[in-house]
């Protein structure tokens, strides 16, 4: 069987909430890196509220210490978030913005914050361990702003938030998935075999504590205890979890490492959302003219309980 026809549940297989629960405990070892040191809240209440998180690692080292490899941070993350925060302004709608930054880089937007009255501040009791700072925007699922708003949006700060506002307005609860398409997207490595597939974006998520029935911070510590203690030692090698170069576990599957966030969304968020009929999809045009076999896998198990298919 050819790597693209393989069903959808082959890339993402599930891991219940029901199993994270009974199997994975919450460990301080995890839990700490979700924890906030203070808050600074300027907008208790908003109708949408905008979760994004910043911090400045290199999201493949393993040790989790190493600045951002990235030789322009700055332009593609500092000065995008800057340019999306002052963009909301200007936007005909009643939002906040829930801002999870690391400690090392408050000094770098604090000025910025001050001036918006409409950007709630969280700094992390402690610097991301490599890619953990991208699971901190999830936990604007979880805050009472959050509870009160009709939806919350999970962003990434380098995108423009435009257009990803407009993808998903009107179509809420949603995601957008494979927004690159076809063999490349779903192979890293060819000699031998790494596979990424993931049928969820992080940078596309819209949804509403009131959907979830858990804590969604709960469940990224019980996560992280089953891709460190069950996923790599317990499952079989497949494409998805080989060890591959620093990523021991594979591709997205390094409990800190980059692409980790949209696993823990592909494999606990997306399923316990799409059983409920509460995920809407957004594919690119092609996918409903000429599907790849996952995309009409995923089409088809969307629309098996009652989500609805969109295009972008």
């Keep these: 069987m050819g790597i693209e026809s393989l069903p959808v549940q082959y890339y993402v297989p599930e891991v219940p909430v029901w199993f994270l629960r009974e199997k994975c405990s919450v460990e301080e070892r995890f839990s700490r890196f979700l924890e906030v040191d203070y808050s600074l809240i300027k907008k208790e209440k908003a109708y949408y509220v905008i979760s994004v998180s910043l911090f400045n690692k290199d999201v493949g080292d393993v040790t989790g210490f190493s600045p951002s490899s990235c030789p322009d941070w700055n332009t593609k993350y ?9 963009k909301i302004a200007t936007f005909d709608r009643d939002y906040a913005v829930e801002l ?6 408050v000094s770098l937007i604090k000025d910025l914050v001050d001036e918006l009255d409409y950007v709630n501040l969280h700094v992390m009791a402690l610097e991301s361990n490599a890619a953990t700072g991208h699971f901190w925007r999830f936990m604007g699922f979880d805050t009472d702003r959050a509870k009160m708003a009709k939806w919350t949006y999970v ?5 423009d938030w435009a257009y990803s506002l407009s993808l998903m307005d009107g179509r809420e609860p949603c995601s957008a998935v494979l927004m690159m398409r076809g063999y490349s997207a779903l192979v890293k490595n060819e000699k031998p075999l790494f596979l ?12 509403n504590p009131s959907l979830h029935g858990f804590s969604v911070n709960e469940m990224i510590c019980r996560f992280w205890y089953y891709q460190v203690q069950i996923q790599y030692s317990h499952e079989d090698r497949t494409p998805y979890n080989a060890p591959f ?22 494999k606990v968020f997306y399923y316990e959302q799409k059983r409920k009929g509460a995920l809407n999809t957004i594919f690119m045009p092609e996918a409903f003219s000429d599907p790849l076999p996952p995309e ?7 629309e098996q ?7 972008a």
């Design 155 to 159: 962003l990434d700060i380098d995108m």
């Design 296 to 302: 009409k896998a995923d089409m088809d198990f969307s």
């Design 196 to 207: 990424k597939y993931t049928p969820m974006c992080a940078a596309f998520v819209a949804s």
């Design 100 to 105: 999870w930054c690391e400690p090392s880089c």
């Design 78 to 86: 500092l000065e995008s978030l800057e340019s999306n925060l002052r």
């Design 305 to 311: 309980y009652g989500n609805t298919n969109y295009s």
């Design 245 to 266: 170069d620093q990523m021991f576990a594979g591709f997205g599957n390094t409990w800190n490492l980059y692409h980790s966030c949209e696993r823990f969304l592909g």
